[in-house]
């Protein structure tokens, strides 16, 4: 996949991206923010396991949304050092897009333009808010095997899997098992089946646990010792 590829986007109520390649938003329709937080930084318990040198690895950049997220709550936290963020994206969007995107997230958009002008000016690895961030661009199932990754929590934000299945295939799911520390952790929005087979046979111990809003569940999983 070239790496000049970019997102198609369609705009929803003049807010959401909706991207054409898989007919899907790229945040909740209710409230994105608050679904990254519910799903993503509670799922994986970052609360209190966020440290320097810990290291989350993500599917889906999209926005940066999760990026600014789990920022919030790492200056929240208040800890020294830096905390590791690699996400991995086949169709970046444009910085006007992200910014116009971003306006529905005033806390988020408060904090975002140190992260949009090195993203506007081609940056794809950048430290930003107590971050080191690394946007590997590509398509996931080439990119992340040659990452020689060990990631402490994941992000697992593809599109939904009814629409991009290649995302959530099981020979994906088992490369992020692989890149996956001892003790480390996954959460996604998703619940379908398919995923947390795959997710088990991958080598997480899984659990179905409410999800967001008026999603009934979704899931998050431990690799364990």
Request: charged content about 20%.
């Amino acid at each position: 996949m070239p790496n000049d590829q970019h997102a198609n986007l369609d705009w929803r109520d003049e807010v959401i991206p909706v991207s054409r390649q898989f007919d899907d938003p790229y945040f909740s329709l209710d409230n994105g923010l608050a679904e990254t937080r519910h799903v993503f930084l509670d799922g994986n318990d970052l609360r209190t396991r966020l440290q320097d040198g810990f290291h989350i690895a993500e599917l889906g950049f999209g926005t940066g949304l999760n990026m600014l997220a789990t920022a919030l709550l790492w200056a929240e936290m208040g800890a020294p050092g830096t905390v590791h963020f690699t996400s991995f994206e086949a169709f970046p969007m444009q910085a006007p897009e992200i910014e116009r995107a971003l306006r529905a997230f005033p806390e988020a958009q408060a904090i975002a333009a140190p992260y949009l002008d090195q993203w506007a000016s081609g940056a794809r690895e950048f430290d930003f808010a107590g971050l080191h961030v690394t946007v590997v661009i590509g398509d996931a199932r080439d990119t992340l095997p040659a990452q020689n990754l060990q990631a402490d929590a994941w992000f697992l934000d593809g599109f939904s899997p009814a629409k991009n299945p290649e995302l959530w295939s099981p020979e994906l799911m088992a490369a992020v098992g692989a890149a996956t520390a001892t003790n480390g952790t996954c959460a996604t929005y998703t619940a379908a089946g398919h995923v947390r087979r795959s997710l088990t046979d991958a080598g997480f111990e899984i659990t179905r646990i409410p999800g967001f809003g008026r999603k009934r569940h979704m899931t998050v999983g431990k690799k364990p010792a």
